[in-house]
């Protein structure tokens, strides 16, 4: 071609605002470096209170910056790809490729057949020679219902095909169409009879579908029914394949007279003895059951909810397959994935800002990533070719079709390429066709394809080219993620790990995109960390970011101020809306609390060998009930997983935090609020922010009546930790735990994991929230309290008086305390105590009496803390033979939890007391003497630190 002449197919241009984004990008940077130095120098020393939480932090926030870093490469060279198909058609129009389009389908009952049969018409009514194009459906259920629908679509395509073109449909779905149209489009006759034979069709895979099996007049009319003579169920049967159409057929055409694609149905063979490999398996297997028939040079695949919403998009794809200068070293084209029953604020969060800002992003490093769906391939990219400058392949004259005549015997040749031994000692799922033994088989093979040198295209025109279903509910979303974020990580650990097998294949950012989506589920240690310990902190009351007055504040808020308006304002940017970006907020936390864990926890188990890939479909089909409350936006928690135990369990320990912390500042009030928010503002505004993510998931717990709640199950039987505000008497709020062993029913979720981890749970929810109150009152002359005790339990006591109403005074002779069992017998005699602890058994049960005489003549103020307990609930609950030493134990280790939080409280009475006394020495030292009093707030403040070193000291101890 003359170079002078030469015009592009397709243009590449820079994303606007490249340079803005950088400099933003730079300014974050420089405050994350910032939070890391202030973290690494501040670190509090061995036995101050928080080290060990401080030292946790900066792992998290090491890891945070660390990822953010790496999400950069997704953004730092954004480009827009576009099309010139009228150049494409002037140059090529009588030479353009065969295109063989892949469908993949699973289960009819959860994808169902007119749903596939909408996508396979669709995709047959692309603007395109329809000689050239033939249509190939996987069933990996080889189920007639798919089968007998696909038969009927064979008969509808007919006149569909025609009517397609000649009112120009656009969405070519009859189904989207369909529902597309307002009622002035559907006035004319054309309309109502391509209507009224969509409904037919419809009725009769209906009718079938409800019947469970196609009727004996179906199976009599056609002969291909009796394939099915010999099947035994989806897992166990022969290959069945069908050519429902075969376009080199002179006879078959459309009611105009036009010939029709060609529409191959594909059950592959499966046994129980060889494992099937999923998607992969049922792609390669229509590689290689395709290159017999059309042999089609490029290949498209779609998932079978994916329809074609735009019927030019395979010449689209084929402008950058076939541009004289640059095409020769494109492997695949990828396009968008859309949805068409997504909500309009997208409870279940959306892939927009990937599909809008990322990809674009990896298509400037060298390629977006295979995603399966909506993906244009060359042929032989997918056997596995090498990229050479040399040898460029020109899809005009590439791969002559197959000119096999006799259609019987072709079926039966056909069959055994589709039969489940065939890949025995082959390299097909290795160095062949898409790649096995990974549960997201389209990016380690689109992976391994760029490693070869391939470069691939993501491109997303005006009208969207696919259009699916995405999940309806929070457990197949939590599914699906778990299942992607768990491949992309078994990746990073295979052999074709970006960072070692493409290390110098792929350029270096293009290796850190990867990198990016490989480490998704990685991501749930810093996150379970930032959403579970600065709460508990806050409940203790430490402090573990900056105050407001230290200059350290500033990176903070500036690298979250700006990171919430970035992100907000890329969601806007990619189509999304206001409500919507804060749904995405939840997801994302969500996401990386439930479904990031059990991907990573069954990525390890895989690693040593005691867990097997799956593959769990995700279901197209929504019931009425569930549909409704979708379409309200209301989110959908239906049923009980292990996922939605940990997410609850999460939500509660934060509001639990949250209430208790409030609890805290209103019951001690001698630390003022200004103070509490100068130190503790960005702590108070995390536990909040994580509430206030939750409020769906509190409504659903407490609240909700429908059927999307929380179910029951999952608050009673199932694993829930329950935070159980028992009231003992009037005096003391106790935090109660029952436990419960899981029953999981679920056998996708490894278990064993999960028990343990609600173990540990329970364990630092013991531990942490065990601030403890006891009760302050002020006494005059005799104050008594009663409380009921049960036979066996230890009840510890303790007070302290705290200190005389005037405020001249302290109290130095202390109160007595006389403690009388039900019959009235005498247990505990104290006299003139300042502060005392003790305890007793139980031998009789009944109410106690303790009774507190003040001899002095001011009101005192006395800390009076009592806890009874019987740790015994591990005999209850734990049936499950595996976790009954285990329950023993924590029954155990929880006990000694609980003396040492009676302990602690005692202790902290005691410095208030202390406190208090040495305020009022220290007054009456003012007034004595300048020199005096400065002297004894020395003493004070000397006997404060000692005091809290003895603290300190003395719970070490215990914790021993
Ligand atoms: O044994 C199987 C399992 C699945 N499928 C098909 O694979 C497609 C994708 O399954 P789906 O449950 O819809 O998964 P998604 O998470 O929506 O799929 C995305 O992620 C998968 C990898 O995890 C890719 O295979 C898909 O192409 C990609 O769209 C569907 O058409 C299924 O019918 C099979 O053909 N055989
Ligand atoms: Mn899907």
């Known amino acids: 071609m003359d170079k002078l002449k030469y015009e592009p197919l397709f243009e590449t241009k820079k994303a606007k605002g490249r340079i803005r984004y950088r400099l933003f990008a730079s300014s974050m940077f420089c405050g994350i470096i910032f939070i890391w130095i202030y973290r690494l120098c501040n670190i509090p020393e061995p036995g ?40 494409l058609l002037l140059r090529y129009e009588n030479e353009l490729p065969r295109v063989d389009v892949f469908v993949c389908t699973a289960d009819p009952a959860i994808e169902p057949p007119i749903m596939v049969i909408n996508t396979v018409l669709s995709v047959m009514a692309y603007n395109y020679p329809p000689e050239k194009l033939s249509v190939y459906l996987s069933d990996d259920a080889g189920s007639e219902l798919t089968f007998h629908a696909l038969l009927e679509a064979s008969r509808f395509a007919k006149h569909w095909l025609p009517y397609c073109k000649k009112v120009s449909v656009e969405p070519r779905s009859p189904a989207a169409y369909f529902t597309s149209l307002s009622v002035s489009d559907q006035s004319d006759a054309d309309f109502s009879e391509i209507k009224r034979l969509y409904e037919d069709m419809a009725n009769s895979i209906e009718v079938a579908c409800k019947a469970g099996t196609v009727s004996d007049q179906a199976k009599l009319e056609y002969t291909g029914f009796s394939k099915w003579d010999s099947y035994s169920s989806k897992k166990n049967h022969a290959a069945i394949l069908q050519i429902l159409i075969d376009s080199r057929d002179e006879e078959t055409k459309d009611i105009d007279g036009v010939r029709l694609p060609t529409l191959v149905y594909v059950a592959r063979e499966k046994h129980p003895q060889h494992f099937h ?23 498209l695949n779609v ?6 919403n735009n019927s030019n998009s395979i010449q689209d794809a084929l402008c950058f397959f076939m541009d004289e200068e640059r095409s020769h070293e494109i492997a695949f084209v990828q396009f968008p994935q859309s949805f068409e029953n997504s909500s309009t604020n997208e409870v279940y969060g959306s892939l927009r800002v990937i599909d809008e800002v990322e990809f674009h992003g990896v298509d400037g490093n060298g390629g977006p990533l295979y995603t399966g769906t909506g993906c244009f391939h060359r042929r032989d990219t997918l056997y596995g070719r090498e990229f050479s400058k040399e040898a460029k392949t020109d899809l005009k004259s590439a791969y002559p079709e197959k000119t096999e005549k006799n259609v019987h015997e072709l079926e039966e040749r056909l069959e055994r390429l589709a039969s489940s031994m065939y890949e025995q000692n082959t390299q097909w799922g290795n160095e062949i066709g898409l790649k096995y033994g ?6 380690l093979t689109g992976l391994t394809i760029q490693c070869k040198g391939w470069k691939s295209v993501y491109y997303g025109p005006k009208r969207k080219a696919f259009i699916g279903l995405t999940a309806t509910t929070l457990d197949q979303i939590l599914v699906q993620h778990k299942r992607w974020s768990e491949g992309d990580l078994n990746i990073l650990l295979s052999k074709y790990s ?28 810093a996150t379970l960390y930032y959403s579970i310990v600065p709460s508990l902190y806050l409940l203790k009351g430490i402090s573990l970011f900056p105050q407001v007055s230290s200059k350290w504040f500033l990176p903070f808020t500036y690298v979250i101020i700006a990171e919430l308006i970035y992100s907000f304002a890329e969601f806007l940017y990619s189509g999304g809306t206001v409500l919507g970006w804060w749904n995405e907020q939840r997801i994302w936390l969500y996401k990386r609390t439930s479904s990031y864990i059990f991907a990573f926890l069954d990525t390890m188990l895989t690693l040593f060998g005691s867990s097997n890939t799956t593959f769990i479909v995700t279901p197209k089909v929504t019931d009425d009930d569930v549909l409704s409350r979708y379409k309200q936006e209301k989110m959908e ?5 292990p996922m939605l135990t940990i997410l609850s369990t999460l939500a509660m320990l934060n509001l639990f935090c949250l209430v208790g912390f409030v609890k805290k500042l209103i019951l001690t009030r001698e630390v003022g609020l200004k103070y509490v928010f100068g130190t503790m503002v960005l702590q108070i505004l995390l536990c909040g922010v994580l509430v206030f993510v939750n409020l769906p998931l509190y409504n659903a717990l407490f609240f909700r009546q429908d059927k999307g709640k929380i179910p029951s199950s999952t608050t009673t039987k199932q694993s829930r930790v329950y935070l159980n505000f028992v009231k003992h008497n009037k005096y003391r709020t106790n935090f109660n735990f029952v436990v419960q062993i899981p029953n999981f029913s679920q056998e996708k979720m490894k278990i064993g994991s999960l028990k343990v981890w609600i173990l540990v749970t329970i364990l630092v929810v013991t531990w942490s929230c065990g601030v403890v109150y006891g009760i302050r009152f002020v006494i005059d002359r005799e104050e008594c309290f009663s409380h009921k005790v049960e036979m066996g339990e230890t009840v510890h006591f303790s007070f302290v008086v705290i200190k005389s109403e005037g405020s001249w005074h302290y109290n130095e002779e202390g109160v007595d305390l006389v403690v009388k069992g039900p019959s009235g017998e005498q247990i505990h005699d104290f006299r003139d105590k300042i502060s005392e602890k003790t305890e007793f058994v139980v031998h009789h049960e009944g109410v106690y009496r303790f009774c507190f005489t003040n ?44 003396n040492i939080q009676f302990e602690q409280h005692w202790l902290e009475a005691q410095t208030d007391r202390q406190a208090i006394v040495n305020e009022i020495m220290s007054k009456r030292a003012v007034y004595k003497a300048l020199f005096e009093s400065s002297a004894l707030i020395c003493v004070s403040i000397l006997q404060v630190y000692l005091l809290k070193h003895l603290f300190e000291r003395k719970l070490g101890q215990s914790r021993v």
């Open 855 to 898: 001899k002095s003549p001011y009101h005192e103020t006395i800390d009076f803390d009592l806890h009874a307990a019987h740790f015994a609930y591990h005999d209850e609950h734990a049936k499950d033979e595996h976790f009954k030493p285990l329950f023993e134990h924590i029954g155990q280790l929880e006990e000694a939890l609980y």
């Open 277 to 299: 490999n999923f998607k992969a398996g049922a792609m390669n297997a229509l590689i290689r059951v395709s290159s017999e028939i059309s042999n089609g040079p490029v290949i």
């Open 438 to 443: 990974c549960p997201v088989e389209d990016v």
């Open 637 to 641: 928690f239906g049923s009980a997983s």
């Open 48 to 87: 101050e209170n928080g080290r060990y939480g401080w030292i946790g932090m900066l792992g998290a926030e090491l890891w945070f910056g660390f990822y953010w870093l790496l999400t950069q490469s997704l953004r730092w060279n954004r480009v827009h790809r576009h099309t010139f198909r009228d150049r």
């Open 498 to 525: 970006p960072v070692r097998y493409g290390l110098g294949k792929l350029n270096f950012c293009h290796m850190l995109g990867y990198l990016t989506y490989c480490l998704w589920s990685p991501n749930f240690l």
């Open 303 to 308: 998932d079978c909810d994916m329809y074609s």
